[in-house]
């Protein structure tokens, strides 16, 4: 089956300081997660470093009091992981959904059936996603992009 890789371009006006998180891909990682999650998808979150890893962590916590999302960082929590996992290394077990929060395509990006990844709006940013896109390419994947959009059914709470 052929990997499908979904590119989402983060708006770049901002309004005001609330409005800042919910145009950062982390918020949108978090988005994706919930998603996928009540797919009954399990889902890996690749992150560039241990900090980042447990900053989504933390923001998983809180993202939704409406619906808890279960997700845990790489070794710890149950044996096969949660639903949701997050780590800056290879997974360990099969999932079928990498959100990649990386300047890189990973090297084990091939053993999920989609993955989702981000377009900022920052231009340094924005070409290291066009990099990533190619590789994508590169690979045998087929690959998309479309504009990001906020639920309306997200809690308010989720953007606090």
Same mark, same amino acid.
């Given at each position: +089956?052929?990997?499908?890789? +979904?590119f ?7 309004t005001?300081?609330s409005?800042?998180e919910?145009r950062s891909?982390?918020?949108?990682a ?5 998603y996928?999650?009540r797919q009954?998808q399990r ?5 560039q470093d ?8 933390e +923001?998983l ?6 619906s808890?999302v ?12 949660a639903?949701v996992e ?15 929060l990386?300047?890189t395509?990973?090297?084990f ?8 990844d981000f377009v900022?709006?920052d231009?340094?940013?924005?070409q290291?996603a ?5 590789t994508?390419?590169?690979w045998?994947?087929?690959v998309?992009n479309q504009a990001v959009?906020v ?7 989720a953007?606090k």
């Amino acid at each position: +089956m052929q990997t499908q890789v +979904m590119f989402y371009l983060l708006k770049d006006e901002v309004t005001d300081d609330s409005d800042q998180e919910s145009r950062s891909a982390p918020y949108h990682a978090c988005l994706q997660a919930s998603y996928f999650y009540r797919q009954k998808q399990r889902v890996y979150i690749y992150t560039q470093d241990q900090q980042h890893a447990e900053q989504i962590d933390e +923001m998983l916590w809180a993202f939704d009091s409406d619906s808890f999302v279960p997700h845990n960082l790489v070794g710890e929590g149950p044996k096969q992981g949660a639903a949701v996992e997050i780590g800056f290394q290879a997974p360990q077990g099969r999932r079928s959904v990498l959100i990649n929060l990386t300047n890189t395509v990973p090297n084990f990006a091939n053993q999920f059936q989609f993955i989702v990844d981000f377009v900022p709006s920052d231009e340094t940013l924005k070409q290291q996603a066009r990099e990533r896109f190619k590789t994508c390419r590169q690979w045998g994947f087929q690959v998309d992009n479309q504009a990001v959009t906020v639920p309306a059914n997200v809690s308010s709470e989720a953007t606090k």
